[in-house]
């Protein structure tokens, strides 16, 4: 992910100030990111309060700002706008906070945005075409799939040409974008399904909770290192919008 981000400084049409900046959707690595950015102000969302309290404590906002809130809140920075807005992987989340807003949240981030709107998000996954991609194939579905015996929501991502279709539907098409390979390695794997087993203590059905342990285990032996899909990035000057390449009557 730092390597999309840092992408955008390489590219960035502000290399001196950047003004107001929104991190629509923030976390650890993206505030690291936004925090060091030459701007005057800075403006972190996240839907979770124990984020945002364990964010406060790593990044002490000052004379910026951390809130928890819910972009399906119409009041919700309604008269507010920003000069670069950041949706770090904002898109995959939205199920797991606000089902099936992901139109809807285009619409907010760019209303918001006086300037360059950056989106990041990750391709969803084809089907594997080898024995690398099959074991993270089935470490994804076992993550997802443990996510709903829990009653909680997993990600969904969304493809590109998707996002790339709606932010035209709404009179502001892409000016730039490029894609990221995904390079997973043992490490991503053991990360993974360490964290499907910590979420395992919680299911109340003890029986199927040990027979997901052991599915565990043989995936944690599986070489899963190699290349699957892509991570993509979107610029969008929403103040200059490009031109749309129409089709002659």
């Not at 199920?95 to 998000?121: K, M, N, S, T």
């Not at 995936?219 to 979107?234: E, H, I, K, M």
Request: hydrophobic content about 35%; aromatic content about 10%.
């Amino acid at each position: 992910m730092d390597k999309v981000l840092e992408h955008i400084l390489s590219r960035s049409p502000r290399p001196q100030s950047w003004g107001r900046v929104l991190d629509a959707g923030t976390g650890e690595s993206s505030l690291a990111w936004v925090s060091r950015l030459p701007c005057s102000d800075w403006t972190a969302v996240t839907a979770d309060e124990s984020r945002a309290q364990g964010l406060r404590g790593r990044f002490p906002p000052g004379k910026n700002r951390l809130l928890v809130g819910n972009w399906q809140d119409p009041q919700f920075l309604e008269r507010e706008t920003f000069d670069v807005v950041i949706a770090d992987y904002l898109l995959g989340s939205c199920d797991r906070y606000a089902p099936h807003f992901q139109e809807q949240l285009l619409e907010r981030l760019l209303g918001v945005c006086r300037g360059w709107l950056f989106i990041v998000g990750q391709e969803p996954w084809s089907r594997p075409t080898n024995p690398a991609q099959r074991c993270l194939w089935n470490i994804a579905q076992l993550r997802d799939a443990v996510q709903l015996l829990l009653d909680r929501r997993p990600h969904r991502e969304l493809p590109q040409d998707w996002v790339e279709r709606q932010l035209a539907r709404y009179g502001h098409p892409v000016n730039w974008s490029e894609r990221f390979e995904n390079h997973y390695d043992q490490d991503y794997v053991l990360r993974e399904v360490n964290a499907i087993e910590e979420n395992l203590h919680e299911l109340a059905d003890k029986g199927l909770a040990q027979l997901l342990r052991r599915r565990c285990h043989t995936l944690r032996q599986a070489n899963a290192a190699g290349v699957y899909g892509w991570d993509y990035l979107l610029a969008v000057n929403v103040a200059q919008p490009a031109a749309i390449d129409r089709p002659p009557h």
